[in-house]
Nanobody, 126 residues
């Protein structure tokens, strides 16, 4: 079965950096666009970033643009999220997700993603 396993979360001070990883198995990874979402306590899960199947195009939420970078290594079946200049408002559980079809207009739509990981906690202290 399909599994997405996130890692790399933790506690970091404001201005610090973290790199999240998401290892995929049970699917042909290079056939899927990948996304990162996050959910803070009491809030809805929100889009963070996405990348097309070959890494040719990337998309970001305005709140993270210029600070976060999404990338992928299809040889390792892994997608990454490099997070720099972290802020307390970045505190959330971060989830990776996979989608077979892709539309730039719907890149942030949660319902279009077929598979989800279990999440990894990121906490940014002030």
């Amino acid at each position: 079965q399909v599994q997405l396993v996130e890692s790399g979360g933790g506690l970091v001070q404001t201005g610090g950096s973290l790199r999240l990883s998401c290892a995929a198995s049970g699917l042909i990874f290079s056939n899927y666009a990948m996304g990162w979402f996050r959910q803070a306590p009491g809030k809805e899960r929100e889009f963070v970033a996405a990348i097309t199947w070959n890494g040719g195009s990337t998309y970001y939420a305005d709140s993270v643009k210029g600070r976060f970078t999404i990338s992928r290594d299809n040889a390792k079946n892994t997608v990454y999220l490099q997070m720099n200049s972290l802020k307390p408002e970045d505190t959330a559980v971060y989830y990776c997700a996979a989608r077979r079809s892709f539309s730039p207009r719907r890149v942030a739509n949660r319902e279009d993603y077929s598979y989800w990981g279990q999440g990894t906690q990121v906490t940014v202290s002030s």
